[in-house]
C-alpha cells in the first residue's frame, strides 16, 4: 500500500517568511495529493490540492509543487501570518472509485511574531 | 447548507462497553470514511464506505464496524471498547473530485 513521510514534524518561522513542508510518497500510481490545514481542535480542512498531470499550482500565499520523478510534493506557504500557524497534513491517493487517502504524520507550523 | 455532522462530540465510556459514534451528511456523497487521530500517527483509516450497503475495511479496523443503510449516514461501531481506542474520531465525505471533507470530530476516552 502507499506509504507517506512528512518533514519536518515541527516548524517555527517569523511573520513574513516563508515555510516549506516536504512529502514522499511510496506508490507511483498515486496521482492526487491534497494539504490540509488543521486548527487546534478543529477539523481537517483542505487548503490545496494537485494532480499528476501538474508540476505546480498556486493560491494566493500557497503553492504546492509536485516531482513525480522522484515521488515527492512539496507545500509552500509565503509571507507566513499568525494565522498560519496550524498542523498540515499532506495526503496521497490513486483517484478511483475508493480514493483512499494516505495520510502523513503532520508537520506543526509556528508562526512567531 | 448541506454539512458533515458527528455527534456525540465528546464521550467518556468504560473498558468492554459498546460505543457508536454517528455520522450524517446532506451533501448525498456515496463515499464516506471514518479515521482516527492520534498525536505521532496522524489521521488513520478504520472503515470506507462506496455506498450504500458497502463498507470496507482500512488500515485499523480491528475492534471496529460499520454499517451503511442509506446514503446519509455511515455509524461507527466500537464492539468492545478499549483504553487504545482512545482517540479523537474524525467522519469524511468525498465529492466526484476527490476532495474529502471532514466532520467536526468526535473525542472518545475509554477509561
Known amino acids: 500500500g502507499e506509504n507517506v513521510e512528512q518533514h519536518p514534524s515541527t516548524l517555527s518561522v517569523q511573520e513574513g517568511d516563508s515555510a516549506v513542508i516536504k512529502c514522499t510518497y511510496s506508490?507511483?500510481?498515486?496521482?492526487?495529493f491534497p494539504w490540509y490545514k488543521q486548527e487546534l481542535g478543529k477539523r481537517p480542512q483542505l487548503i490545496i490540492d494537485?494532480?499528476?498531470?501538474?508540476g505546480e499550482k498556486k493560491d494566493q500565499r500557497i503553492a504546492v509543487t509536485l516531482n513525480k520523478t522522484a515521488k515527492h510534493f512539496s507545500l509552500h506557504i509565503t509571507e507566513t501570518q499568525p494565522e498560519d500557524s496550524a498542523v498540515y497534513f499532506c495526503a496521497a491517493t490513486l483517484t478511483g472509485t475508493a480514493s483512499k487517502l494516505t495520510f502523513g504524520t503532520g508537520t506543526r507550523l509556528q508562526v512567531t511574531l | 447548507d448541506a454539512e458533515i455532522t458527528q455527534s456525540p462530540r465528546h464521550k467518556i465510556t468504560e473498558t468492554g462497553r459498546q460505543v457508536t459514534l454517528a455520522c450524517h451528511q446532506t451533501?448525498?456523497?456515496?463515499?464516506m470514511f471514518w479515521y482516527r487521530q492520534d498525536l505521532g500517527h496522524g489521521l488513520r483509516l478504520i472503515h470506507y464506505s462506496y455506498g450504500v450497503q458497502d463498507t470496507n475495511k482500512g488500515e485499523v479496523s480491528d475492534g471496529y464496524s460499520v454499517s451503511r443503510s442509506n446514503t446519509e449516514d455511515l455509524p461507527l461501531t466500537l464492539e468492545s471498547a478499549a483504553s487504545s481506542q482512545t482517540s479523537v474520531y474524525f467522519c469524511a465525505s468525498m465529492k466526484s473530485s476527490y476532495e474529502q471533507y471532514f466532520g467536526p470530530g468526535t473525542r472518545l476516552t475509554v477509561t
Open positions: 494537485i494532480r499528476s498531470n501538474v
Open positions: 451533501w448525498n456523497h456515496n463515499n
Open positions: 506508490d507511483s500510481a498515486s496521482n492526487y
